[in-house]
């Protein structure tokens, strides 16, 4: 008799062309995974993948096996889940997707409690640059700045604060900017723009705006290295409050015209709207609103 849990890991992989990628969005061990798929193989006695070094295919007789049971498994899951759903109670695995810096500063902090609260449920979190696919590759996601027009559902979490910083090693060697027009002479270290290119630096103060465009000495593309770099006297950058207000503290940084303020960034918790009664969704996107919905001493305001 087949196992409905060998169909499910044979579809996973199918579809995502990977024992490792399937593995991960199962939840599950990629030893498993291919055991699944090696005793689903035995029982209908036909190879149904073509593996090698770089790559995993279907045969013909996995193609054909992936027409057949798509619709039935993709059936039978959304009765389980209707029948989850209606229970509300947040059980298995639950990915999340979310940038370096703040998976690392913010998310890594919270996450325990969440496990305390929810101790049936799973986490696979995914830190990276790149916007994942939110059907294919995550539950949910926490994204900074604007949302694009899209139709994923998406809630305001927090607004985060930034500051423009600079490192006492840095201001002892090339000495401090009396006025933001001196920071053209000075090494800035900045995030490319969505065209890849250096981001215009923006200060406001009593209903005054000032927008610069300046020569950027390093440009990167992940925030928690802007960070790194600003501290080790690289150079002048805009570092988000969570991150850069315990190293203004401590005397690692130092805030440059703090009297100008730099607009700052929503941070949005974002999921398809197919799974919005999803009860670990639920649990999470609630969860994350409670422990960040309100202002705080952290620069997450």
Not at 11 to 29: D, H, I, T, W
Not at 160 to 180: F, I, K, N
């Amino acid at each position: 008799m087949l196992d409905l849990d060998d169909l499910r890991a044979f579809k996973k992989v199918a579809v995502m062309k990977s024992f490792a990628s399937a593995a991960r969005a199962l939840g599950l061990p990629r030893s498993t995974v291919s055991r699944n798929v090696a005793r689903l193989e035995r029982e209908l006695g036909a190879r149904l993948f073509q593996r090698t070094t770089r790559e995993v295919a279907l045969t013909p007789t996995g193609e054909a096996l992936l027409q057949r049971c798509a619709g039935l498994l993709g059936a039978l899951e959304d009765a389980v889940d209707q029948v989850r759903n209606t229970t509300s109670i947040p059980h298995g695995p639950l990915r999340v997707t979310t940038g370096v810096g703040f998976g690392i500063n913010v998310l890594a902090q919270e996450l325990p409690a969440f496990l305390i609260r929810y101790p049936g449920v799973t986490v696979l979190l995914d830190l990276s640059s790149e916007t994942k696919d939110l059907v294919a590759d995550a539950d949910v996601a926490i994204r900074l700045g604007p949302m694009p027009d899209s139709g994923l559902v998406s809630a305001r979490l927090l607004t985060m604060t930034r500051h423009l910083c600079v490192a006492p090693s840095y201001l002892e060697r090339r000495g401090r900017p009396e006025s933001l027009e001196e920071l053209v002479d000075h090494d800035t270290i900045e995030m490319p723009n969505a065209l890849g290119r250096p981001r215009t630096w923006t200060f406001t103060k009593d209903g005054e705006t000032k927008s610069l465009e300046l020569p950027t000495r390093i440009c990167v593309n992940e925030a928690l290295a802007v960070h790194r770099l600003v501290t080790n006297g690289a150079g002048i950058g805009i570092i988000s409050g969570y991150i850069c207000r315990p190293a203004f503290a401590d005397g690692q940084l130092v805030p440059l015209f703090p009297d100008w303020s730099i607009p700052p960034v929503d941070v949005n918790i974002v999921f398809a709207s197919k799974r919005e009664l999803s009860p670990n969704v639920r649990a999470f996107v609630d969860f994350m609103k409670e422990r960040l919905g309100a202002p705080n001493d952290d620069g997450l305001e």
